[in-house]
């Protein structure tokens, strides 16, 4: 049930050094305001009561959706959802991080939410945790103390729980380049019957070969969500295909293998069989995205 939210201190910083040294100041009592499209909700169903909500809008580079041919690709926490789908680079190289953030929620919210305050809420069904898996992204976490920089299947710990501290940010998203002759995909199955309800299995996959003519595997991540207490990664799905000629029957026994290494809450038999067809699904996009 939705209520009146409860009255906080709002606070203002303009820069990161700012920013982390009020949520070392106000250990435990405080929160980060990026888009605030689940923040604001849970303040008014009373899940979370601040005394202080620290609002990160004003820091400009926290906004920044960087590419080096190098390094790869870094997302700052401000980054929205549109902002990613609708970047070239992020098209382009990363193509799956793109379908993921189209798949979150409405276009009101991809206008407003981040991809970072995403992986925060720590949501089962989180469209963009899978993708990030299946792309070995990491965090950058930051505090008074320093920095530290996890995985991002290591960052979620359970349902709604992550590692991050009271007095750390989530700073940057840092994705590798993908291999040579790699592609992606994400695929996700809506729970009730529209594009935009809460996602019943979502499937990141990565899958690079060693060249178009002979489609040896050399390589394929597959990251899950919605059908565990947290997005995981199906390695022993991604194990299975490595070494091996792409063929007729492959993909299908990824997704069996995949099934097996999920953990549904609900609607398990379901879900169960909806991993086998999405897995299958988006290994095949993927493969018809290489280049």
């Not at 935009?196 to 979502?202: A, K, N, Q, R």
């Not at 394929?220 to 565990?228: E, Q, Y």
């Amino acid at each position: 049930m939705l209520r009146k939210i409860k009255g906080f201190t709002y606070l203002k910083p303009f820069t990161v050094s700012e920013a982390i040294s009020l949520l070392d100041e106000y250990n435990g009592k405080a929160k980060i305001l990026a888009g605030g499209t689940d923040l604001l909700i849970q303040m008014k169903q009373r899940t979370q009561n601040p005394e202080y909500v620290i609002d990160i809008k004003n820091i400009p580079e926290l906004g920044n959706i960087t590419y080096d041919e190098n390094e790869g690709l870094s997302i700052g926490p401000l980054a929205t959802y549109t902002a990613l789908a609708s970047s070239p680079v992020v098209r382009e190289k990363f193509g799956l991080l793109a379908d993921a953030a189209f798949a979150v929620g409405s276009p009101q919210i991809q206008n407003r939410g981040t991809v970072a305050g995403n992986l925060c809420n720590a949501s089962p069904s989180a469209d963009t945790a899978p993708a990030l898996i299946a792309l070995n992204a990491q965090l950058k976490l930051v505090s008074m103390k320093g920095e530290r920089i996890v995985s991002v299947e290591e960052f979620f710990v359970g349902p709604f729980k992550t590692i991050l501290k009271d007095t750390e940010i989530l700073a940057e998203i840092l994705i590798p380049n993908v291999p040579l002759h790699s592609g992606g995909s994400y695929l996700w199955l809506p729970k009730i019957i529209t594009a935009v309800d809460e996602t019943l299995v979502g499937v990141g996959a990565l899958i690079t070969v060693d060249d178009m003519k002979n489609k040896i595997c050399t390589e394929a991540r597959i990251g899950l969500g919605s059908v565990a207490p947290t997005p995981i990664r199906a390695k022993k799905a991604g194990e299975s295909l490595k070494g091996k000629r792409i063929e007729n029957g492959l993909f299908e026994q990824a997704g069996v293998i995949a099934s097996t290494e999920a953990l549904p809450r609900s609607r398990a038999e379901y879900r169960s069989e909806m991993i086998k067809v999405f897995v299958k699904r988006a290994l095949n996009r993927a493969l018809e995205r290489i280049r």
